[in-house]
């Protein structure tokens, strides 16, 4: 045996405390000869790579001589002998006598580690990028299975336990859009669904060996064929909790060989938190919108009930007068002329306020995509209804598609909507302006600079600020909006205009 074989040439002097120090080196020492063969080794390295040293002595290694690149350091990935593989770093060198010396050491945890917070770092982004829950959620099946050794992941959202589940990310078991009614089959069939618990405890579930069982059970026959498409061994079901609830659970499938250790569970507990604000944030979206449409309906009818109901009433009344004098043996004409034009008034203002009402209800979208014409057309009825000054400046006139110019129009609005809602203002400025490659669309105000927040999320702009926010986003851009420092507010959409070519920008 050459366990004790020390890895670097010293003095004379110093070799009997530089051998003992090299042989309890927790890193593994290698000496190489001028064909790149094992010469020595310290018992540090054997471990690591797993074989004795008196088997390695005399055969060719695995590190490569010469320069390792700017960081000095390669990565050797070695088969594991009863496990996964191994990530070794390395630092070659000539030792002086034409042949080389290795210093390495085991970084596979390390790595993992650090490829984990990446992952749970992208996982981040892409909730906070709030796009499409499905699409986010998909991306962060889809970093569970690149990161940690699994096979496949499921998010799954969980309202009641008793109906029927709602798959919002997979990856690794390919198509399978009829898992939900293949699962529903199983349940049917007595199926032991282990997620359930995860998810009515509030704590992860580990099950070793799963897939075999599920296989084997004719009960799971609907998703036998789905459950064996991915080489998997293990299972965990990570429930997803947020504020206190669990909204749903992230089903991991470990491939085989591959134990969930707390380093693998603490990374989905991660993940899991993040799947979980991914759902909760579109759940209080939704609900944001939906509040949103009833008080849109509740302002629709007391402005119904403060114009158009009260003139109704008002004309009614004059009627009633008007007939009073018609019914008199020596009606007044001139207090009948009188009443049918005031009745007549009455009747032209009532129709002007409903007609106001249904175009706030249904805006007309821009003509031909043009956006200048519509946004000006909107700001003139704007100011003669309300004497609000609204200035229209655009240097440029672009012609966008209907549906981009729709999406920008109705922010214009909405802004203008505000302004008077709100702001105490007597002039806005609307512009619409190109700047370095992108469409600028911007309303300010002089008014106080304040907006009411938004009762769910205190967000100051409230649900319009979360409408034009998405209607920019649907198109790449940005919508900003806030008091100034001098006084009044700003919003400011910004849209790339190369992304709207396919709109006819």
């Given at each position: 045996?050459?366990d004790?074989?020390?890895t670097v040439?010293?003095p004379?002097?110093?070799?009997p405390?530089?051998?003992a120090l ?15 063969r ?14 004795p040293?008196d088997?390695?002595l005399?055969t060719?290694?695995p590190?490569v001589?010469?320069?390792?690149g700017p960081?000095?350091t390669?990565i050797l990935r070695r088969p594991?002998?009863?496990?996964p593989?191994?990530e070794?770093r390395?630092?070659?060198a000539?030792d ?5 010396a ?12 650090q ?9 981040a ?5 709030a796009?499409s829950l499905t699409?986010?959620l ?5 970093e569970?299975i ?9 998010i799954?959202?969980v309202?009641?336990?008793a109906?029927d589940?709602q ?5 690794g078991f ?10 529903r089959?199983?349940?049917?069939r ?11 405890r509030?704590e ?9 069982a ?5 009960a ?8 064996g498409r ?16 669990t909204?749903?659970v ?26 979980a604000v991914?759902v909760?944030?579109a ?25 158009v109901?009260?003139q109704?009433?008002s ?16 009606p ?5 002329l009188g009443?049918?034009t005031?009745?007549s ?5 009532a129709?002007d306020?409903l007609?106001l009402l249904?175009?706030?209800m249904h ?7 043009d ?5 000006r ?6 100011q003669?209804?309300?004497g ?5 400046l655009?240097?440029?006139?672009p012609?966008?598609?209907p ?10 609005r909405?802004?203008l909507?505000n302004?008077?809602k709100?702001?105490g203002?007597?002039t ?6 190109r ?19 938004d009762?769910l999320?205190g ?8 409408s034009?926010?998405?209607r920019?986003?649907r ?10 420092p ?5 919003v400011r959409?910004?849209?790339?205009v190369a ?7």
């Open positions: 045996m050459h004790d074989v020390t040439p010293v004379d002097r110093d070799a405390g530089a051998a090299v042989a309890v080196c927790p890193d593994g020492l290698v000496l190489l000869d001028d064909e790149g094992f010469r020595s080794l310290n018992p540090a390295a054997a471990a690591l790579l797993g074989r040293a088997e390695l005399g060719p290694a590190f001589p010469g320069p390792a960081s000095g390669r594991g002998p009863d496990g593989g191994r070794l390395y630092r070659i000539p002086g006598t034409g042949g080389w290795v210093w390495f050491g085991d970084v596979t945890d390390r790595l993992a580690r490829e984990r917070l990446t992952a749970i770092v992208r996982a982004a892409g909730v906070a990028e796009g699409s986010t998909d991306a962060i099946a889809r569970i690149g990161t940690a050794h699994i096979a496949a992941a499921q799954l959202a309202d009641d336990p109906a589940l798959v919002l990310g997979m990856a390919g198509s399978a859009p009829d898992f939900v009614r293949r699962l089959s199983c349940r049917e007595g199926a032991d669904i282990r997620f359930l618990e995860a998810h009515a509030g992860p579930v580990v099950v070793p060996h799963r897939r075999a599920i296989l084997s059970d004719p799971w026959e609907p998703l036998h064929e789905i459950m991915p080489d998997w061994d293990g299972f965990v079901a990570m429930p997803m909790v947020v504020r206190g609830t909204v749903g992230i089903n991991a499938y470990y491939q085989p060989d591959e134990a969930p250790d707390p380093s693998s569970l603490a990374f989905l507990e991660a993940m899991a938190a993040h799947a991914a909760d944030t759940r209080l979206v939704a609900r944001s919108r939906s509040e949103a449409r009833t008080a849109e309906r509740r302002r629709l009818a007391r402005d119904l009930h403060d114009s109901v009260q109704l009433f004309i009614r009344m004059q009627v009633s007068a008007l007939q009073g004098q018609l019914d008199r043996s020596d007044d004409p001139s207090r009948v009443a049918a005031e009745l008034e009455m009747s032209a203002d129709l306020d007609r249904v175009r706030e805006p007309a979208a821009p003509r031909g995509g956006l200048v014409e519509a946004v057309t909107h700001a003139s009825e704007v003669s209804r309300t609000l000054r609204v200035d229209v655009a240097p440029v006139d012609r966008l598609g549906g981009v110019a729709d999406d920008l129009y109705r922010t214009v909405e802004a909507h302004a008077v709100h702001a203002a007597d806005v400025r609307v512009r619409i302006e700047s370095d490659g992108d469409l600028v669309v911007e309303i300010a105000d002089d008014g106080t600079g304040i907006r009411p927040a009762p999320t967000v100051p702009g409230g649900i319009g600020l979360v034009m926010r998405e920019a986003e198109w790449g851009g940005t919508c900003s909006a806030g008091p100034r001098d006084g009044g507010w700003t959409t910004v849209l790339p992304g709207l070519h396919g709109e006819g920008a």
